[in-house]
Nanobody, 128 residues
Framework: QVQLVESGGGLVQAGGSLRLSCVAS????????MGWFRQAPGKERDFVAA????????SYADSVKGRFTISRDNAKKTVYLQMNSLKPDDTAVYYC?????????????????????WGRGTQVTVSS
């Protein structure tokens, strides 16, 4: 099992920026994928971005392309989500997730059920 702790959320005005961090600990997870999802009140948990630990290959939801950037620091076992040009529609709880079993390779990294371990989330609120 991988333990994940998110931080960096907060309240920001539209057009502003935030950087989320997710620190991972526990079981080794080389050659796996880390993802960010978000969930707004009354809505499903949606894919935001993902990155492969070893290769750095990234994926993004269409709604955040060009505004958000996912990155990782392998030495610190930390994944980041830089969020720029934030919109009120970006308001949600943001969750970090780890694919330890490799299910993203056949379920796809956009799929919620492909991830094994989850953080508790960090709230992002964007005011208009």
């Amino acid at each position: 099992q991988v333990q994940l702790v998110e931080s960096g959320g907060g309240l920001v005005q539209a057009g502003g920026s935030l950087r989320l961090s997710c620190v991972a600990s526990g079981r080794a997870f080389s050659n796996r994928v880390m993802g960010w999802f978000r969930q707004a009140p009354g809505k499903e948990r949606d894919f935001v971005a993902a990155i492969t630990w070893t290769t750095g290959v990234t994926s993004y939801a269409d709604s955040v392309k060009g505004r958000f950037t996912i990155s990782r620091d392998n030495a610190k076992k930390t994944v980041y989500l830089q969020m720029n040009s934030l919109k009120p529609d970006d308001t949600a709880v943001y969750y970090c997730a780890a694919d330890v079993a490799g299910r993203t390779s056949y379920l796809g990294r956009y799929t919620y059920s492909a991830y094994d371990d989850w953080g508790r989330g960090t709230q992002v609120t964007v005011s208009s």
